[in-house]
């Protein structure tokens, strides 16, 4: 698995570094790579350039929309993925959807398989025990993930801004567990819930974790 808290294709498209990352470690000269752009509403936009992206690398693509269903077999569509990608956007209104459409338990099973995921924000706080979003406007809230990462997240962190001091008192009261905080234009690459690399797609972004102690970097 590979999380991120912001970049990519989507936002920086002259620096695409931690895609190419994916490709590499998925290792085939035509993988099948799908999309699933719940998060963001299915934006045409972010569809489209995922497909014009990818295939630019010679891969085969896809994309499975909940707004619009056009396939009928999800379980057995993305189980035959080399990769899966999934968008930022509203975390909660993601889950919900996906709770409701099985798409939770499926990605469970794709996990389990081996299928590389590959989660920006959104697309990666729901992978771990908690996470720390603000899907409610003007504040940040915990939300339950799927906990196949340990810990809690915290994507587009930036120690001393609001929304990483937030995150530090959260832990500091016990209202969240310790977990990660990444800056935008950083991944992390997950093997068996184990970071075993971290990625950078700008030079100065950072990955830390963050717990009552406070921040200790990653890289």
Not at 22 to 50: H, M, N, S
Not at 110 to 136: L, N, P, Q, R, T
Not at 151 to 161: D, K, N, R, T, V
Request: hydrophobic letters at 40%.
């Amino acid at each position: 698995m590979i999380i991120m808290g912001a970049g990519g294709y989507t936002l920086e498209p002259e620096s695409c570094i931690i895609d190419e990352y994916l490709l590499r470690i998925i290792g085939k000269g035509v993988p099948k790579i799908c999309l699933l752009p719940t998060a963001c509403g299915d934006r045409q936009e972010t569809i489209e350039r995922f497909h014009q992206y990818f295939h630019s690398y010679g891969a085969i693509t896809s994309h499975v929309p909940l707004f619009s269903v056009e396939i009928d077999d999800i379980e057995s569509h993305l189980l035959q993925q080399d990769g899966i990608y999934i968008t930022g956007g509203n975390t909660k209104s993601m889950l919900a959807l996906w709770k409701d459409w099985g798409i939770d338990h499926i990605l469970q099973k794709v996990y389990e398989s081996g299928v590389i995921i590959f989660g920006i924000s959104a697309g990666a706080m729901c992978f771990f025990e908690e996470g720390f979003s603000d899907f409610h406007a003007n504040r940040y809230v915990p939300l339950k993930g799927f906990g196949l990462l340990e810990g809690s997240f915290c994507p587009h962190y930036i120690p001393g801004e609001e929304r990483a001091l937030a995150f530090q008192e959260h832990i500091r009261t016990n209202k969240i567990k310790p977990g990660i905080g990444l800056e935008d234009g950083v991944a992390l690459y997950y093997e068996n819930g184990k970071i075993l690399d971290v990625i950078k797609s700008r030079s100065k972004a950072h990955a830390f974790r963050v717990d009552l102690s406070g921040n200790t970097l990653i890289s």
